[in-house]
């Protein structure tokens, strides 16, 4: 199957501070990119939709000044964390999809933990 | 709305066969996901059902009834290994997959 990479796995950051994640598919292109978070015990919420070359579209109730995503090519989408708080601690997802397929394929997350 | 409903938890028993099932609501559909997560990892790819009937991949099958809005995941001869959550998704008509909270399975000995 194909596969998406997430760097970094896991980070440690103090309050206030910003985080980049990096979402990568590695061996096809995805034209569009979801990115989730999900708490301890809890299921995944999706947070905000990519599409290469656009705007991400956000879901309510999630904050696009804080939640900074950008998908500027078609095998990359990053999101960044910005100002940081104890309360965005987070397993951070991302998923992308082949522009030729339905599936989503995810990345392996990244654990978040700010102190 | 859109909705997904899945129990929250199973209990099984090692070696024997367990069927969790799923009701879905959408705007639109383009096919019903199953994932398996397990904990602290991101969820990984079971079955893809779009037309109704059983598909079969070894000892997992996934069944869809469109007309019904139903899905389930059967898994067979049941390993402590497949203790998992395993989640139930809608595709909807913009192709964007609504989430069930996820079935919490649990193996016993």
């Known amino acids: 199957g194909a596969v998406v990479s997430q760097h970094p796995s896991w980070v440690i950051c103090k309050s206030g501070t910003s985080v980049k994640i990096e979402c990568r598919s590695l061996?096809?292109?995805?034209?569009?990119m979801f990115w989730y978070r999900q708490f301890p015990k809890q299921s995944l919420m999706l947070m905000a939709t990519s599409n290469e070359g656009s705007k991400a579209t956000y879901e309510q109730g999630v904050e696009k000044d804080k939640f900074l995503i950008n998908h500027a090519s078609l095998t990359l989408s990053t999101l960044t964390v910005t100002s940081a708080h104890p309360e965005d601690s987070s397993f951070y997802i991302c998923s992308a999809r082949d522009r030729a397929d339905n599936e989503q394929f995810f990345g392996p997350g990244t654990r978040l933990t700010v102190l | 709305g859109q909705n997904i409903d899945q129990p929250t938890e199973m209990t099984a028993t090692e070696g024997a066969i367990v069927q969790i099932n799923c009701t879905y609501q959408t705007s639109g559909f383009n096919g019903l996901f199953w994932y398996q997560q397990h904990a602290g990892e991101a969820p990984t790819f079971l079955s893809y059902?779009?037309l109704d009937g059983l598909e079969e991949k070894g000892r997992f099958s996934s069944f869809l009834s469109r007309s019904k809005g139903y899905s389930y995941l059967l898994l067979k001869e049941l390993q402590m290994k497949d203790s998992a959550s395993y989640l139930c998704a809608a595709m909807d008509s913009n192709y964007q997959l609504i989430w069930g909270a996820g079935t919490k399975l649990i193996i016993k000995p």
């Open positions: 061996d096809f292109q995805a034209t569009t």
């Open positions: 059902n779009v």
